[in-house]
């Protein structure tokens, strides 16, 4: 069970590329999450989906798009890297499904993607 | 949106100390959590306390959701327990609004 999956663990992009931070849980987890966390700051939701086929803007959405592809798997996508998207990406997934003894509303986190434009 | 506030910012202890986290929060939550995040960037669970106490070891945390707050102790540190202490918090339970965190420094 390897929980919250991201790759790659490490980036780097000359202003204008374009690139896609992948996601993955094998916690049948129905929401998932995307947050950037800048230096000294604590983290900001960008994207969500609450369910499998939804997706809602977060507190700093622009420049990204999201997609989630199945239930499993939640992507994070840069059109147009600039610099001030110099940040480390979370990925996150929460159940939301009340079980007896379990924790449905908690989040569990992903190790983190670096990503550096130049 | 909700405004969370986490004291002290910075704190350094030497090994065998108690410490005192606190978290503020503007507005009622149903979501509130505890993360580690350690030297190598990893959040990490602590605690998931909308209310009430919890204790893990050394580590415990109350919830007074009526006077909006959140205290974590942390006891007897060890320099593993170095890193950053954030709250996270939600009015639901779909998004988490975070704190600056409390960056801890163990000592021996």
């Known amino acids: 069970n390897a929980g919250v999956t991201q790759t790659p663990k490490f980036q780097v992009l000359k202003t204008g590329q374009s690139m896609t931070l992948q996601c993955a849980q094998d916690m049948n987890h129905n929401s998932m999450y995307w947050y950037r966390q800048d230096p000294g700051m604590g983290l900001r939701l960008i994207y969500y989906s609450a369910s499998e086929g939804t997706t809602d803007k977060g507190e700093v959405p622009n420049g990204y798009n999201v997609s989630r592809l199945n239930k499993r798997e939640f992507s994070l996508r840069l059109e147009s890297a600039a610099p001030s998207q110099t940040s480390v990406y979370f990925c996150?997934?929460?159940?939301?499904?009340?079980?007896?003894?379990?924790?449905?509303?908690?989040?569990?986190f992903g190790p983190g993607t670096r990503l550096t434009v130049l | 949106g909700i405004q969370v506030e986490q004291s002290p910012p910075d704190l350094i202890l030497q090994e065998g100390a108690n410490s005192t986290l606190r978290c503020n929060f503007s507005?009622?939550?149903?979501?509130l959590q505890w993360f580690h995040q350690n030297p190598w960037g990893q959040l990490i669970n602590l605690f998931y306390i909308p209310s009430g106490t919890k204790q893990n070891g050394r580590l415990s945390a109350t919830t007074v959701a009526t006077e909006r707050y959140s205290l974590l102790y942390i006891s007897s540190s060890q320099t593993t327990d170095s890193g950053v202490y954030f709250c996270a918090v939600g009015p639901t339970a779909s998004k988490l609004t975070f704190g600056t965190g409390t960056r801890l420094q163990v000592t021996l």
């Open positions: 507005d009622s939550v149903n979501n």
């Open positions: 996150a997934s929460r159940s939301g499904v009340l079980r007896a003894g379990v924790g449905y509303n908690e989040q569990f």
